[in-house]
């Protein structure tokens, strides 16, 4: 009895170690939904992050990150907000996510500033999100579309587009871009034929094409996103032949996209945020090591934002919610000295001894006064069946 008694001792006592060890961490991004092809990876480089600082031994005297994915659907308020509860209540330290405009201030509106949870969103770009409400809470390793408008016109110019119709995805992010995208192509002399919104979810968008089509252009602008509406747009206008050159957003941009429509998206180009600087060549060759697809989307800034989850929570010495956001803009910034991508032990080591980094990343991490990327853009076009960088912006 003593023997079974030391037994049901040492395993509470192993179970509960382990139970105190982890820390639990929220990636909320749209598994189902109109970026549902995108979102794999983001998900998987955020825990290639989380799983580096596990492993590290470093992350607050030995602990480790269990990280809990849920389902933003990209689109509906409700069931994104429905899944943040769930992660909050589940005693999550802060969320990695969300990632579509609408959703993500939905989420940070309703729960996560409320419960003083941090949020870090990879993707959510909508200038609306710039002057939130957010008490502190909200940062995005994402630029504002405020600027990612004034690129993709900036491009549109350079590629000597004359005139472009405009179609949008009716949300958020949607109209935000659209609204900067035509200001500034209108800026450069360009004519803009119409600018009309497009719903998702339809199955036949032959009647949008046509109100585009008899406006006329010499491209139409898809502000959308790849697996919803604005592939329709482009499959209805191919379809029809009322255009055969589309301008894309970041939305839009993903290998899915290729696959279905192949060398009819030749003439095509596009702008997504990103860099070709030193962290994201020594981001691919880490995510490579960890068996994550890195050229997709929106996945450096997925490993940046769970990298800088952890190492808040390092720089403050606590995985309290309170703590991690006071000190996200402190490990974003200079001075202190710089952290890439696989490096993330030597960051917290630094952190542990009372020392300053400053945390570059993949995607050379800066943040504004309202805790958003300063961020760079890369000029996209379709070369061998595949998106190609043609530069950064």
Same mark, same amino acid.
């Given at each position: *009895?003593?023997?079974?008694?030391?037994?049901?001792f040492?395993?509470v006592?192993?179970?509960?170690t382990?139970? *105190?060890?982890d820390?639990k961490m929220?990636i909320?991004?749209?598994?189902?939904?109109?970026?549902?092809?995108?979102t794999p990876?983001m998900?998987?480089?955020a825990?290639?992050?989380?799983?580096?600082?596990s492993?590290?031994?470093s992350l607050?005297?030995?602990?480790k990150?269990?990280p809990?994915?849920?389902?933003s659907t990209?689109?509906?308020?409700? /069931?994104?907000?429905a899944a943040?509860?769930?992660?909050i209540?589940?005693g999550?330290?802060?969320?990695?996510? +969300?990632?579509?405009?609408g959703?993500?201030?939905a989420?940070?509106?309703?729960?996560?500033?409320?419960?003083?949870?941090? *949020?870090?969103?990879?993707?959510a770009?909508?200038?609306g999100?710039?002057?939130?409400?957010? @008490?502190?809470?909200?940062?995005?390793?994402?630029?504002?579309?405020?600027r990612?408008?004034?690129?993709?016109?900036d491009?549109?110019?350079?590629?000597?587009?004359?005139?472009?119709?405009?179609?949008?995805?009716?949300?958020?992010y949607?109209?935000g871009l659209?609204?900067?995208?035509?200001? +500034?192509?209108?800026a450069h002399?360009?004519?803009v034929t119409?600018?009309?919104a497009h719903?998702?979810g339809k199955?036949?968008?032959?009647?949008?094409?046509?109100?585009?089509a008899?406006?006329?252009g010499?491209?139409?602008?898809?502000?959308?996103y790849?697996d919803?509406?604005?592939k329709?747009?482009?499959? /209805?206008s191919?379809?029809?032949?009322?255009?055969?050159?589309?301008?894309l957003?970041?939305? *839009?941009i993903g290998q899915?996209?290729?696959?279905a429509?192949? @060398?009819d998206l030749?003439?095509?180009?596009?702008?997504l945020?990103?860099?070709?600087?030193?962290? +994201?060549?020594?981001?691919?060759?880490?995510?490579?090591? =960890?068996?994550?697809?890195?050229?997709?989307?929106y996945?450096?800034?997925?490993?940046? /934002?769970?990298a800088?989850?952890?190492?808040?929570?390092?720089?403050?010495?606590?995985a309290?919610?309170?703590?991690?956001? @006071?000190?996200?803009?402190?490990?974003?910034?200079?001075?202190?000295t $710089?952290i890439y991508p =696989?490096?993330? $032990?030597? =960051?917290?080591?630094?952190?542990a $001894?009372?020392k300053?980094?400053?945390?570059e990343?993949?995607?050379g991490?800066?943040?504004?006064?309202?805790?958003?990327?300063?961020?760079s853009?890369l000029e996209?076009?379709i070369?061998?069946?595949?998106?190609?960088?043609?530069?950064?912006?």
């Amino acid at each position: *009895m003593r023997k079974l008694f030391i037994a049901a001792f040492m395993f509470v006592s192993i179970f509960g170690t382990k139970v *105190m060890a982890d820390i639990k961490m929220g990636i909320i991004l749209g598994f189902t939904g109109p970026i549902e092809s995108l979102t794999p990876a983001m998900a998987a480089s955020a825990e290639l992050a989380f799983k580096e600082a596990s492993d590290s031994g470093s992350l607050l005297g030995g602990k480790k990150i269990e990280p809990v994915r849920a389902d933003s659907t990209c689109v509906d308020s409700a /069931a994104a907000t429905a899944a943040a509860e769930g992660l909050i209540s589940g005693g999550v330290a802060a969320i990695m996510g +969300a990632d579509c405009s609408g959703v993500t201030g939905a989420i940070a509106t309703n729960v996560a500033v409320p419960n003083g949870v941090v *949020m870090i969103s990879p993707s959510a770009t909508s200038p609306g999100l710039t002057t939130l409400d957010d @008490k502190g809470y909200f940062f995005r390793t994402a630029p504002s579309d405020a600027r990612g408008g004034q690129i993709l016109a900036d491009i549109t110019k350079d590629r000597k587009v004359k005139s472009v119709a405009i179609t949008y995805t009716n949300n958020d992010y949607g109209k935000g871009l659209a609204d900067v995208y035509k200001a +500034a192509v209108e800026a450069h002399g360009i004519k803009v034929t119409t600018v009309t919104a497009h719903e998702d979810g339809k199955a036949d968008y032959s009647s949008e094409v046509a109100t585009l089509a008899s406006a006329g252009g010499d491209a139409v602008a898809v502000i959308g996103y790849l697996d919803q509406g604005g592939k329709g747009i482009i499959q /209805a206008s191919l379809d029809s032949g009322a255009f055969d050159r589309f301008i894309l957003s970041d939305g *839009m941009i993903g290998q899915s996209l290729v696959d279905a429509f192949g @060398k009819d998206l030749s003439k095509s180009f596009g702008s997504l945020p990103g860099s070709t600087g030193k962290g +994201a060549g020594i981001f691919a060759e880490v995510a490579k090591a =960890g068996g994550v697809e890195a050229s997709g989307p929106y996945t450096g800034e997925s490993y940046d /934002a769970a990298a800088l989850i952890v190492l808040a929570m390092q720089a403050g010495n606590s995985a309290d919610r309170a703590s991690i956001a @006071k000190n996200v803009m402190d490990v974003a910034n200079a001075p202190g000295t $710089k952290i890439y991508p =696989g490096e993330l $032990k030597k =960051g917290l080591d630094l952190l542990a $001894k009372g020392k300053k980094i400053n945390y570059e990343g993949a995607t050379g991490v800066t943040f504004t006064d309202v805790g958003e990327a300063e961020g760079s853009f890369l000029e996209q076009e379709i070369k061998g069946g595949k998106f190609k960088t043609k530069k950064q912006r």
